[in-house]
């Protein structure tokens, strides 16, 4: 294709080195967006990134799954006539391999765009600051959501084969389903409006495992004090303060799940309901945090 | 030519870097956590030899004094490996152990003042150091966050994901594998600062899984051996790019 070259601006024009535009097919917003989302889950697992960086996700991957094929194997070998672990309470057993493994990547999603000011970058594509967040925030609860899933599809399977019931194992792997679908929704808004805050990476894991443990270690620790001197009523509504046991009154009111508070003291529907309040309330939240956060382009 | 143990302007620039704007918003909201904790508990329950050591065990010891010691003991290398200005550092002409030294007095202290005092006043708060467990916890805290300081420094220097690898250790060793196997106990600092509070407290206040002498002489091992490996390794420190 010869340069484009109109009668008019040939006259201006001193030297025509042939310049052209990009003329091919522009695959638009919708594309940047849905790229953004599939290359930060890529990233979420370190594909297309490093081998040093795929050493952590994937252990902890694996950490995540290990109990749930040795859980399978003991229940068919044994002939058990159910699983020994809830569907809804592998998450909360496990709940340090998911803190960690939030507190190791979201700030891996966000902190390392804003310190090396790849932002202004991505805002000079046809995206929006919500395609931004929206892509990073679905990314991480996507990346959340297969840490969380893969060990229940492994203990649903399991159980099939060792010819559990089939629909009450199915509604029972339903019920986890949502439940970490729930939990993945919720700590994917925390750790990234954590990790948002700091360009450093290393401060960012700190500050998410802060978060997590911090608040889980107070709950619990006024939780075992209550229930020693029991005071069973305010067990359940202590449950509102942290992360992982927010989670574990929804499933618990909601989802036929068997509370972790001490004395298995969870809370009634009516409590529960203020717990799914709380939870939307806490990822509509962390949206907004994160809209608000990037409407600064710069830093 | 005098050695010395002690660098004001890299105890300057370390402590500057600790206690910047973020870090130090951490620093302090997890003390403030605790006295509000106590505060509450206090409030609710009354003063109670018992429900203190759960507080000051379970929560100030397990919980806050490790992560005040990931947060403070990584942040007084790590970010500046992390984004190379240590070699401004290093080029100057002070030793490497002296580096390391004076970046462990300032991590320690840090440490210490953020978790010791706020400990003593939570004891204080709850039983008004009853059984003198309050004061038994806070110098375990002191005690444990010399020991933390010294590893999470050389952790700092070893891995870039000192972090992660000193939150692991934290978490998924000291509180996890501590609980579920008993030998793991032995091993963590934790416990090994418990029987110092141990021999302080009343007779059957505080219990630890380690004899007293060999916990002081691993926290010392520990620290000493820390100390010296961390300035073994910012002497033949190699700078690597971004992943």
Redesign the interface.
């Known amino acids: 294709m010869p340069p484009e070259t109109t009668a008019a601006s040939a006259q201006d024009v001193i030297h025509n080195i042939g310049y052209r535009p990009y003329t091919g097919p522009r695959l638009g917003r919708g594309y940047a967006r849905r790229a953004l989302w599939s290359q930060s889950l890529r990233g979420a697992y370190g594909l297309g990134r490093s081998a040093k960086s795929k050493v952590l996700p994937m252990t902890l991957l694996a950490v995540m799954c290990a109990p749930a094929a040795i859980i399978v194997a003991v229940a068919i070998t044994t002939k058990m006539n159910d699983l020994p672990v809830e569907y809804t309470r592998y998450a909360i057993l496990l709940q340090a391999v998911i803190g960690l493994y939030l507190a190791s990547q979201a700030p891996q999603a966000v902190s390392r765009d804003l310190r090396f000011r790849t932002i202004p970058l991505y805002f000079s594509r046809p995206i929006e600051r919500v395609d931004y967040v929206l892509a990073k925030y679905a990314a991480l609860a996507s990346a959340l959501f297969l840490l969380t899933a893969a060990p229940l599809l492994i203990l649903y399977v399991g159980a099939l084969l060792a010819k559990l019931g089939f629909a009450a194992q199915t509604k029972a792997f339903a019920q986890g389903l949502v439940s970490v679908a729930l939990l993945s929704l919720l700590f994917a808004g925390l750790g990234l409006v954590v990790a948002a805050l700091t360009p450093r990476r290393g401060f960012g894991v700190a500050a998410v495992i802060a978060v997590l443990t911090i608040s889980f270690g107070a709950v619990s620790t006024v939780q075992g004090i209550a229930y020693a001197r029991d005071n069973t009523d305010v067990i359940g509504w202590l449950g509102l303060f942290s992360p992982i046991t927010l989670v574990d009154g929804v499933q618990t009111a909601f989802l036929d799940a068997t509370s972790s508070f001490p004395g298995g003291n969870g809370p009634g529907t009516g409590a529960g309901l203020v717990y799914l309040l709380v939870v939307l309330a806490l990822i509509a939240g962390s949206y907004a945090l994160l809209m608000r956060r990037y409407r600064k382009a710069g830093l | 030519m005098h050695h010395r143990i002690y660098h004001p302007t890299v105890a300057r620039l370390t402590y500057r870097g600790l206690l910047g704007r973020?870090?130090a918003a951490?620093l302090f909201t997890?003390p403030a956590?605790l006295l509000v904790?106590a505060a509450?508990?206090r409030l609710?329950?009354g003063a109670d030899d018992?429900?203190a050591t759960?507080?000051l065990g379970?929560?100030a010891l397990?919980?806050?004094v490790p992560?005040i010691g990931?947060?403070a003991g990584?942040?007084a290398i790590?970010?500046e490996i992390?984004d190379g200005s240590v070699v401004y550092l290093l080029a100057k002409p002070v030793k490497r152990p002296t580096i390391i030294l004076t970046k462990l007095l300032v991590a320690t202290g840090v440490t210490a003042v953020f978790s010791a005092v706020p400990t003593l006043i939570a004891g204080l708060i709850l039983n008004g150091n009853s059984q003198r467990i309050a004061v038994a916890y806070t110098i375990a805290a002191a005690v444990a966050s010399v020991a933390y300081s010294a590893l999470f420094l050389l952790l700092g220097t070893v891995t870039r994901?000192?972090?992660?690898a000193g939150?692991?250790y934290a978490?998924?060793w000291e509180?996890?594998f501590g609980s579920l196997v008993p030998g793991a106990r032995t091993l963590s600092v934790q416990q090994w600062a418990l029987s110092l509070a141990e021999r302080i407290a009343a007779p059957g206040a505080v219990s630890s899984d380690v004899g007293l002498p060999v916990a002081v002489v691993l926290l010392a091992g520990v620290t000493v051996a820390a100390t010296w490996y961390a300035g073994e390794k910012l002497r033949k420190l190699t700078l690597a790019g971004e992943?």
Do not use: C, N, Q, Y
Not at chain 2, 161 to 164: D, S
């Open positions: 973020r870090r951490v997890l956590l904790i509450a508990v609710l329950t018992d429900t759960k507080v379970g929560f397990a919980t806050m992560l990931v947060i990584t942040g790590g970010p992390d994901h000192a972090v992660v939150l692991v978490l998924i509180s996890l992943e």
